[in-house]
C-alpha cells in the first residue's frame, strides 16, 4: 500500500524538481571493509585454529546532484553473515540506498530507501558500525535501512538537538 503512494510522489517531486543548476556529475565511490582473523581459542571446537581473510562490507555508491538542493544516491552492499561457517567468497548483494533527497538549511527530506532512525543515534556514538555490528544490529532490534519517507536536521547551529523522524513500510 504504501509503496503505491510514494512512487507517484517520487515521479512528482522529479518533475516538479526547481530550476536545474548546471549539470553536476555524478560521484561514483567505493568502501572495502575486511580483515584478517585468527581463532586462537573457542568453546566451540570447530572453529579453534581458524584462519583467513574475510570480506565483511564492500560498498559501491553513485551520488548524483540534480538540482540546488536536490540530489539522489544509489548504494549497493556485498556483505557475507560472518558467523565463520558460511563461504568466505559468498557475498549477498543488497541495495542499501536509494533515495532523493532535498536539503534547505539544515533540514532534509529523504523519499526511498534512506537510514533508519533506529540506527541514527547509535552510529555517531559508537562511530564503529560500518566495521563491526552494534549491539542493537546484533539483536535485530529494528533495521538499518527503510523504505519510506524521512524528515532529519538540526534545530540550532551547533546541532545539539537534532531530530530525524520516518514513515516507513518497516
Not at 549539470?23 to 586462537?40: P, Q, R, W
Not at 549497493?76 to 557475498?91: F, I, P, T
Request: hydrophobic letters at 40%; zero cysteines.
Amino acid at each position: 500500500m504504501f509503496q503505491r503512494f510514494l512512487a507517484p510522489v517520487l515521479l512528482l517531486s522529479l518533475v516538479a524538481l526547481p530550476e536545474r543548476a548546471p549539470a553536476a556529475e555524478g560521484k561514483i565511490s567505493g568502501t572495502i571493509f575486511g580483515d584478517y582473523y585468527a581463532i586462537v581459542a573457542n568453546h566451540r571446537d570447530s572453529l579453534k585454529n581458524q584462519n583467513g581473510f574475510w570480506l565483511r562490507r564492500i560498498y559501491f555508491t553513485y551520488d548524483q546532484p540534480l538540482a540546488a538542493d536536490w540530489d539522489t544516491r544509489f548504494r549497493l552492499e556485498a556483505s557475507n553473515k560472518g558467523d565463520y561457517s558460511a563461504d568466505a567468497a559468498a557475498l549477498s548483494m543488497t541495495v542499501k540506498d536509494a533515495y532523493l533527497r532535498w536539503k534547505h538549511g539544515s533540514h532534509e527530506v529523504l523519499a526511498g530507501i534512506s537510514p533508519s532512525p533506529t540506527w541514527d543515534v547509535i552510529e555517531n556514538v559508537w562511530n564503529y558500525r560500518s566495521v563491526e555490528k552494534t549491539p542493537l544490529d546484533l539483536q535485530r532490534m529494528g533495521s538499518a535501512r527503510e523504505f519510506g519517507v524521512a524528515v532529519k536536521g538540526s534545530f540550532d547551529q551547533a546541532r545539539t538537538v537534532r531530530y530525524h523522524a520516518m514513515i516507513g513500510n518497516g
